[in-house]
């Protein structure tokens, strides 16, 4: 089934402010479906967890229903998702319990495609434990991020592999199946970042071969809550710090107080929303109508992107960087004569949202040289933007760059 754009755009009445709302890769808008949820369960009231009454029986019934919605979103299972307030906070707090038993010599590697969140917790926890870092090296020319050079990355001491499913500035996505084969290859955990990719593709944590998966809702229409998702045995190997009178149970263990759970609600209400998208609720399974909507989110960020791209790429006065064979729809940009920040607030004057700067891609606009000079202007679509969007962004920035 094909998107309805219109009829997508018209759930979200942050929408109706005339705004273009090309910063989806910092966050999303959230579609009234998420609003009702969050304020009707807290107008329901709610307990915390755990108690005899009904009100925290609600609220263990949220949790419950949230880790099924992200299990079916990315193909987990619901014992193993672990929620948290973001990815970057469950990174590291992960990092700090898969480390542990690190110790000198172990290997780790990184790579310089990686948002900012799957590098540094890696690379301070190899510190720590006297751990060596390797580095995967970005394609300055495309922006991929070749497998090859994991042949010779990955080895008999490497504890742990990270690599994005999708770069939150290029877009580019990298074979993630062979780098993750390779590691398993060489007995390593895989840690693979899905914030970005999450929201454009369908995924399958386990065709991606992520021992471990991390993902945000605030970027795919839901609240700010991050998720780490893993098989449950694999979450039970690990110890990280707890108190002592809080659960012990996987994945309980590794979630620090009490969870936000009317937002809990909130990324249920938002998985529901993007199984609608393209597909309609006939009784097929969650995640079959995930897949089918997701599918065509994909098809329809892509054909937009498309324009989008060769407009940007006619002008000669702008510059686009990555250029991967497989990649989200996120272009990253520079207009000659124009610092990042005055175009993106003249796209600001014009009505239109844009990020500008490194967007914490700290490594990878380190190796583009572009770091120290404001980085590039980014301009991403997800499912609710449209043609007349792109036009609209395609003629202001040729205001600057004609
Ligand atoms: C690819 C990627 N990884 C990690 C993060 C960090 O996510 P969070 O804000 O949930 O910590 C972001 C946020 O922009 C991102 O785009």
């Not at 290859?185 to 999450?198: E, P």
């Not at 920040?341 to 700067?357: P, T, Y």
Request: proline share 5%; glycine share 10%.
């Amino acid at each position: 089934m094909k998107l309805n754009v219109d009829a997508v755009r018209a759930c979200y009445p942050a929408l109706a402010d005339g705004y273009a709302y090309l910063d989806g890769a910092a966050g999303t808008q959230v579609p009234a479906a998420v609003i009702d949820a969050i304020s009707a369960v807290q107008a329901a009231g709610l307990g915390n967890a755990g108690g005899a009454f009904p009100a925290s029986a609600r609220s263990d019934a949220i949790t419950a229903d949230c880790r099924a919605a992200v299990a079916a979103l990315v193909g987990g299972v619901a014992g193993g998702i672990v929620l948290g307030p973001n990815m970057t906070t469950l990174t590291y707090r992960m990092a700090g319990a898969i480390a542990r038993d690190w110790s000198p010599g172990d290997e780790v590697v990184v790579s310089r495609l990686d948002h900012d969140a799957n590098v540094r917790p890696w690379v301070q926890a190899a510190e720590r434990a006297g751990a060596i870092v390797r580095w995967a090296e970005v394609d300055v020319a495309t922006g991929e991020l070749p497998v090859a050079q994991y042949e010779s990355l990955i080895g008999e001491r490497t504890r742990l592999v990270a690599v994005t499913a999708a770069s939150n500035v290029i877009g580019t996505r990298p074979d993630v199946p062979a780098i993750t084969a390779l590691a398993h290859g060489a007995g390593a955990l895989t840690y693979v970042d899905g914030v970005h990719a999450t929201p454009h593709v369908p995924v399958d944590v386990r065709a991606l071969g992520a021992d471990f998966y991390a993902t945000s809702a605030y970027k795919w229409s839901g609240p700010h809550i991050g998720a780490v998702i893993a098989d449950p045995a694999l979450l039970d190997s690990l110890h990280p710090d707890k108190l002592v009178p809080s659960s012990d149970e996987v994945p309980h263990r590794f979630e620090l107080g009490t969870l936000p759970f009317a937002s809990l609600a909130g990324v249920t209400a938002a998985v529901t929303h993007l199984a609608s998208l393209a597909a309609e609720d006939d009784g097929a399974p969650l995640r079959a109508r995930l897949l089918a909507s997701m599918t065509a989110v994909e098809r329809h960020e892509q054909e937009t992107f498309g324009v989008l791209i060769a407009g940007l790429d006619s002008m000669p006065r702008v510059q686009t960087y990555g250029r991967a064979a497989s990649r989200t729809a996120t272009a990253y940009f520079t207009v000659a004569g124009r610092t990042p920040q005055e175009v993106a607030e003249h796209l600001a004057s014009r009505k239109i949202n844009v990020w500008n700067g490194h967007n914490y891609a700290w490594e990878l606009t380190g190796v583009l040289g572009i770091r120290d000079s404001g980085s590039a202007v980014r301009a991403g679509l997800v499912h609710y933007n449209d043609a007349a969007e792109v036009d609209r962004l395609l003629s202001a920035v040729g205001e600057l760059a004609s």
